[in-house]
């Protein structure tokens, strides 16, 4: 009973989230998503809904580290996912933290992407 609630409130916060930020062909949308092990990202096209690029801790490049859904992995996974994004052509995104709060994970992630050269 209380997971439950505490997922609607997790989806009510990413949709409140969604409604503001879309992402376009000159500003693709930076998509974050936790769970318990991983860490995903992708950058997608809300105009014809595609993903232009993606990393995440299951990367095959980065099977030797060991990566979870920490802090330090979260910095790993921003290098490598605005690398990822710039080798695509993707200079400027809209960060969409998808409900989670700005901090820990979320913002180690996002100042590794800042730090790589991504701009949001």
Known sequence: MQTQKKQKLQQLRHWRVRKKVVGTTE??????????AHIYVQFIDDSI???LASASTRNKALQGQKLAANVASAKTIG??????????????????????????????????????????
Do not use: N
Request: net charge positive; aromatic share 8%.
């Open 79 to 120: 290098g490598t996912a605005a690398k990822a994004a710039i080798d695509k052509g993707i200079k400027a995104v809209v960060f969409d933290r998808s409900g989670a709060r700005y901090h820990g994970k979320v913002k180690a992630l996002a100042d590794a992407a800042r730090e790589a050269g991504l701009q949001f």
């Open 49 to 51: 809904g595609k993903t």
């Open 27 to 36: 500003r693709p949308r930076m998509s974050v998503t936790f769970t318990g």
